[in-house]
C-alpha cells in the first residue's frame, strides 16, 4: 500500500526555517508529483505548491513563492518542503500529498498524516 | 486566479438522508473538479476525481455531477462514518481548494 511519512512535529521561532521531509513507500516515486498542502487551526486546505518527482519541476503558489522551496532526493524517495521567514500565520498541519493523473485530471490520491509545525516566540 | 466557493458552509442531517454539497467556481474549469473527505484530526480522502469519477474503494453512495461551472456531491443515504468535513478541489489552473463544507449531526 502506498506510503507517505512525514517527519515529526517543530517549534520554530517567528524569522526562522522548517523543512518537513515526506518519505514515499511502495510505489515508483519518479511516476508521480508530491504536493504540498497545508492546513492552519479550524481552517480549510490551502495548496502549497507542487514539485515533479521526476525533473523536480516545481510550480508554487503565488501566495508562497520566493518563501518556499520544494525538493526531492530519488535516491530516497524523499521530498522536502522548505518554508523560510516564518511567521505566527504559519503555524498548521502541513500535509505531502502523491499528485496522480488520468489524462489532463490531476488529484491527490494518497497524503502523508501530516507535520504540525508551530511557530511561536 | 480561479475562487471556489461552496455552499452550504455546514449542514444538518441525520442517517438515511440524502445530502447536496454544491461547488462552485468563478470561471469555467470544464470537469476539473475533485472532492475529498476530512475527518477531524486526519488527512483529507479523495472522493471523486474529474467531477464524477469514484476513487477506488470509495462506496458508491458518493457521487458527482457537473452543471456549467456549478459541482455537486451527493451522498445518496447518509451513513454513521460520513459525517465529515467535504472540500471541493479545482485542477484547472493551479490545485486550489474550496473552503470546505462541514457535515454534522
Known amino acids: 500500500q502506498v506510503q507517505l511519512v512525514q517527519s515529526g512535529a517543530e517549534v520554530k521561532k517567528p524569522g526562522a526555517s522548517v523543512k518537513v521531509s515526506c518519505k514515499a513507500s511502495d510505489y515508483t516515486f519518479t511516476d508521480y508529483g508530491i504536493s504540498w498542502v497545508r492546513q492552519a487551526p479550524g481552517q480549510g486546505l490551502e495548496w502549497m505548491g507542487w514539485?515533479?518527482?521526476?525533473?523536480?519541476?516545481?510550480e508554487y503558489a503565488q501566495k508562497f513563492q520566493g518563501r518556499v522551496t520544494m525538493t526531492t532526493d530519488t535516491s530516497t524517495s524523499t521530498a522536502y518542503m522548505e518554508l523560510r521567514s516564518l511567521r505566527s500565520d504559519d503555524t498548521a498541519v502541513y500535509y505531502c500529498?502523491?499528485?496522480?493523473?488520468?489524462?489532463?485530471?490531476?488529484?491527490?490520491?494518497?497524503w502523508g498524516r501530516g507535520t504540525l509545525v508551530t511557530v511561536s516566540s | 486566479d480561479i475562487q471556489m466557493t461552496q455552499s452550504p458552509s455546514s449542514l444538518s442531517a441525520s442517517v438515511g438522508d440524502r445530502v447536496t454539497i454544491t461547488c462552485r467556481a468563478s470561471q469555467s474549469i470544464s470537469s476539473y473538479l475533485n472532492w475529498y473527505q476530512q475527518k477531524p484530526g486526519k488527512a483529507p480522502k479523495l472522493l471523486i476525481y474529474?467531477?464524477?469519477s469514484l476513487q477506488n474503494g470509495v462506496p458508491s453512495r458518493f457521487s458527482g455531477s457537473r452543471s456549467g461551472t456549478d459541482f455537486t456531491l451527493t451522498i445518496s443515504s447518509l451513513q454513521p462514518e460520513d459525517f465529515a468535513t467535504y472540500y471541493c478541489?479545482?485542477?484547472?489552473?493551479?490545485?486550489?481548494f474550496g473552503p470546505g463544507t462541514k457535515v454534522d449531526i
Open positions: 478541489q479545482q485542477s484547472f489552473s493551479t490545485l486550489t
Open positions: 514539485i515533479s518527482a521526476d525533473n523536480g519541476n516545481t
Open positions: 500529498a502523491r499528485l496522480a493523473a488520468v489524462g489532463v485530471y490531476w488529484y491527490f490520491d494518497f
Open positions: 474529474a467531477t464524477s
